[in-house]
């Protein structure tokens, strides 16, 4: 499974921008699929993941209420909205897919990795 994430760029805080993760071909063969961040001299966290078939989800405290993570209709694209950024939301956001059907905060658990995608968040 190859993914590409989409979608970053430079904003502020108060724009809402949507980050966008697709699989090469069109189609996700996977059942699970989500988003982690990794911020300059941080290590990668975990941000949030969504199950394709029946869109349980499950979110960072840190971005809770503030990102939320969804599905396309056709389920071939999963987005993360970002709203009520903070400048600390600046990283390189990855999106990422595994083969079990159990949504996890783990990065090891996930097989998939896409290129990632930067977001900067200016005050």
């Known amino acids: 499974v190859q993914l590409q994430a989409s979608g970053g760029g430079l904003v502020t805080t108060g724009d809402s921008p949507r980050l966008s993760c697709a699989a090469s071909g069109g189609t996700f063969s996977v059942p699970v699929v989500a988003w982690f961040r990794q911020a300059p001299g941080q290590r990668r966290e975990f941000v949030a993941t969504?199950?394709?078939?029946?869109?349980?989800?499950a979110y960072a405290d840190s971005v809770k209420g503030r990102f939320t993570i969804s599905i396309a209709s056709t389920k071939n694209t999963v987005y993360l909205r970002l709203n009520s950024l903070k400048p600390e939301d600046t990283a390189v956001y990855y999106c990422?897919?595994?083969?079990?059907?159990?949504?996890?905060?783990?990065?090891?658990?996930?097989?998939?990795w896409g290129q990632g995608t930067l977001v900067t968040v200016s005050s």
């Open positions: 969504i199950r394709r078939d029946d869109a349980l989800s």
């Open positions: 990422a897919a595994r083969e079990g059907r159990g949504l996890s905060d783990r990065d090891r658990e996930y097989e998939y």
